[in-house]
Nanobody, 124 residues
Framework: QLQLVESGGGLVQPGGSLRLSCAVSGGSLDYYNIGWFRQAPGKQREGVSCISSSGSSTTYADSVKGRFTISRDNAMVNLHMNSLKPEDTAVYYC???????????????????WGKGTLVTVSS
């Protein structure tokens, strides 16, 4: 069973940076598209970024383009977040879907494996 564990969340001031990490075990990243999603209080979970199983394709939500970068290294998928804004405050989750199901990440309802999340708070 694929397992995902997020880390790296915390409190940061506006304009600051954080790096979130998603440790993947029980399966190879070569077979899974991995996405970062977030859910702010009172809002629906939304996609932030995705990296394909090959590592060659990435996507970003418009709200984070130019500020966030997704990368992968061995069994880790990282989300580098720069120029953070208060509206980036949310619980961040990583999720996976097998490459035989989709060529990239799906909306939250379509992702098959989830971590428990890590809280990011952007506040002065």
């Amino acid at each position: 069973q694929l397992q995902l564990v997020e880390s790296g969340g915390g409190l940061v001031q506006p304009g600051g940076s954080l790096r979130l990490s998603c440790a993947v075990s029980g399966g190879s990243l070569d077979y899974y598209n991995i996405g970062w999603f977030r859910q702010a209080p009172g809002k629906q979970r939304e996609g932030v970024s995705c990296i394909s199983s090959s590592g060659s394709s990435t996507t970003y939500a418009d709200s984070v383009k130019g500020r966030f970068t997704i990368s992968r290294d061995n069994a880790m998928v990282n989300l580098h977040m720069n120029s953070l804004k208060p509206e980036d405050t949310a619980v961040y989750y990583c999720a996976a879907v097998h490459l035989t199901v989709a060529t990239m990440c799906l909306p939250p309802d379509g992702m098959r494996h989830w971590g428990k999340g890590t809280l990011v708070t952007v506040s002065s």
